[in-house]
């Protein structure tokens, strides 16, 4: 089954309508890049190009599931900014708010290497 096909059923699945295609779109950005679904990531930035939420938190994301292709095609979407923005509040930085951190917990020094080289913050 083809990415259109993927995301129909994946739409259809949780029940989303016309209304909230915008949400379902990042919903399912988001859900490709915990997969580390890297052609799905690739297929629906292409038809979202003004997409920006989260952009740091996506990269922790990515850097959680260890795929430095992934990191690089997120790092270099023109809606990343890469100004700590996935980085709660406060300073107080986790494995879930550091994508330095996420990579670190699971010992993945070549997702650490990529990070370092991308100029993540």
């Not at 379902?24 to 038809?47: N, P, T, Y």
């Not at 986790?94 to 990529?114: F, N, Q, R, V």
Request: hydrophobic share 45%; charged share 15%.
């Amino acid at each position: 089954m083809g990415h259109a096909g993927r995301c129909c059923l994946w739409q259809s699945a949780n029940g989303c309508g016309a209304s909230s295609f915008l949400l379902w779109e990042e919903a399912a950005v988001d859900s490709a890049i915990k997969r580390g679904d890297l052609a799905l990531v690739q297929w629906l930035l292409q038809r979202m190009p003004g997409y920006r939420p989260g952009m740091g938190a996506v990269v922790v994301k990515a850097a959680t599931v260890g795929c430095e292709a992934l990191l690089e095609l997120l790092v270099w979407h023109p809606g990343y900014v890469g100004d700590g923005s996935g980085v709660a509040g406060g300073g107080q930085e986790s494995s879930l708010t550091c994508p330095y951190l996420a990579a670190a917990k699971d010992g993945d020094l070549g997702t650490l290497t990529a990070l370092q080289r991308l100029g993540v913050p």
